[in-house]
């Protein structure tokens, strides 16, 4: 949307404006690589000046949780277990009866999100400690990834999100200090200090934390490689330097939504 998105508050209401639902690999994060169906929900609370995702709440589909799980079901064809809740902001929305219903169903579901909102009523369906909150990824059912945007992020959320993910651009990043975000994402060119896990929690562990090059484009909206590049070797070295994870947008790679 590049930041021309209109900005939405939170709806908390028995239906959701699902923009697509569709089965393809889990590009970034904690669990790339895994076969996975996604939903993106529509409408967004954060006008990203880089985003290139379209989650237009305008030409999204007003359902209820019975009818996304019949599309999960429809394009998960018995075999993928996984499900990625994603928008714009899927925390703008109601999720907790879709994450109850698709959990019994017997689907893992994993949330991205900004980490600017939060619905108490999703504490039923997450964990706040588990004994493997700084260990293995693959080990946690239901799970949330917060690739934070903001300053700050909601102190409750903060309690059940397993992995921080940041977008990284050459310039624009600590590489004197942590090696993480230093440009506001809302007003381009702005400083700011995106939220860091330690400042809540001293033990989050650095393992824990994926850095992923932003992919960057032409004034004409073709791919700029040459830059991308560059912020792919940043990420490389800001993960050698400090122990961070590698998030490489597989799904991009291979050409698939």
């Not at 690999?25 to 690589?33: R, S």
């Not at 369906?125 to 990834?145: A, E, M, Q």
């Not at 200090?193 to 650095?206: A, E, I, N, Q």
Request: overall charge neutral.
């Amino acid at each position: 949307m590049f930041g021309l998105n209109v900005l939405m508050k939170y709806e908390d209401t028995d239906t959701l404006l699902v923009r697509e639902v569709f089965p393809t690999i889990q590009g970034e994060g904690p669990l790339a690589g895994v076969p996975a169906v996604f939903v993106r929900l529509g409408g967004c609370n954060l006008r990203c000046h880089f985003c290139d995702t379209d989650f237009d709440a305008e030409r999204s589909e007003r359902m209820d949780v019975h009818m996304v799980l019949h599309k999960v079901q429809s394009a998960s064809a018995r075999i993928l277990r996984h499900v990625v809740l994603t928008g714009g902001e899927p925390l703008r929305q109601n999720i907790e009866r879709l994450v109850a219903v698709l959990s019994a169903a017997g689907f893992v579901v994993q949330v991205e999100t900004a980490g600017t909102l939060w619905d108490p009523k999703l504490e039923l369906c997450f964990s706040r400690t588990f004994p493997d909150r700084y260990g293995d990824p693959s080990l946690v059912r239901n799970s949330i990834v917060c690739s934070p945007k903001t300053e700050k992020i909601d102190a409750t959320l903060f309690w059940y999100v397993h992995s921080f993910k940041y977008i990284l651009r050459v310039g624009e990043f600590d590489e004197q200090g942590d090696g993480l975000p230093t440009m506001s994402t809302q007003k381009k060119g702005q400083p700011q200090r995106l939220f860091r896990p330690w400042s809540y929690d001293p033990r989050f562990s650095v393992g824990r934390v994926y850095v992923q090059p932003c992919m960057e484009y032409h004034a004409d909206g073709t791919p700029d490689k040459a830059r991308t590049e560059e912020n792919t070797e940043a990420c490389r070295k800001v993960c050698m330097t400090h122990g961070y994870r590698l998030s490489l947008q597989i799904h991009k790679i291979l050409g698939i939504p």
